[in-house]
């Protein structure tokens, strides 16, 4: 089975059994890790069976992949931030650096930034974005991620934090990644193997850890368990009533902005 997910410390702890042959009957899989906005255009063209992708492309997915009830990331107090190196009032007249178009910081970026009107929003990969902001190539950059604990290591500062702005609008948490599998697959089989790496994973949390540091970049411990505290939680082993709303109100807020398609109901 194609199984694709990013380097990022949450991803690399929550698959990680399942990966290595730990959970009972799960299905053999060959493993691609890929930045989110490349699995986001990958899972378009069907490439994978079960991939990780942001939650503001699934209007575009959904016809081909069903959403999983776990091993994604949504929650409180973990969406992405618009930063700057100076104090701004707004992005009128601004350029902003930002990962993706097809992202779901992006989607809320573009919810929250409705009215203004930037100069110009560049697509730069992640690592690059706040380097750039720093040395004044952008007036503001759009993170996610680990920058929620490294900015001030660049000397910015956060113009709104897009987490805090979702949760006080809507009381609801922020759905951020989502686990889908192609249409026509053991999608409960499915569920259940990633439920049980989830569970794995926390009953045993020293197994993944070489694994984890293997792919965070030079992220250091410290961050790398900020990570996965911050991003695994209990809506990764199921997204239950809370989490379902959460993103339907996400891609109904989206459609009805004529920022997306709509999308189908997601169960």
């Not at 959970?23 to 069907?46: K, L, Q, Y």
């Not at 929650?75 to 992005?91: F, S, Y």
């Not at 097809?102 to 690592?127: E, H, K, M, N």
């Not at 020293?206 to 939680?233: F, G, R, T």
């Amino acid at each position: 089975m194609k199984l694709a997910f990013s380097p990022c410390p949450n991803d690399t702890f929550v698959f990680h059994a399942w990966t290595h042959g730990l959970i009972e009957a799960a299905p053999a899989v060959e493993v691609t890790f890929a930045d989110i906005d490349v699995t986001n255009s990958a899972a378009e063209r069907g490439e994978f069976e079960v991939v990780k992708v942001s939650y503001g492309a699934l209007p575009w997915l959904l016809d081909q992949y069903t959403l999983l009830p776990a091993g994604g990331a949504l929650g409180r107090g973990c969406g992405p931030l618009v930063l700057t190196r100076e104090a701004l009032p707004d992005l009128d007249g601004r350029t902003v650096a930002v990962p993706s178009e097809r992202s779901t910081a992006y989607l809320l970026f573009r919810l929250w930034a409705a009215g203004q009107r930037p100069a110009r929003i560049d697509v730069v990969p992640f690592s690059a974005i706040m380097p750039a902001v720093r040395d004044g190539q952008y007036d503001a950059g759009l993170v996610i991620h680990e920058a929620r604990f490294t900015y001030p290591e660049y000397g910015l500062t956060a113009l709104v934090d897009l987490g805090e702005w979702w949760e006080s609008d809507t009381g609801l948490p922020i759905p951020l990644g989502a686990i889908l599998a192609k249409r026509g697959l053991d999608a409960p089989a499915i569920t259940r193997v990633i439920r049980a790496s989830v569970e794995y994973a926390w009953a045993n949390p020293s197994a993944s850890a070489a694994y984890v540091a293997d792919h965070a970049d030079e992220m250091s411990p410290a961050v790398q368990q900020q990570h996965i505290n911050l991003y695994v939680n209990d809506f990764t082993r199921d997204l239950g009533e809370e989490g379902y709303a959460a993103a339907t109100v996400l891609l109904d807020r989206a459609h009805e902005a004529g920022l997306t398609p709509a999308a189908p109901k997601l169960r």
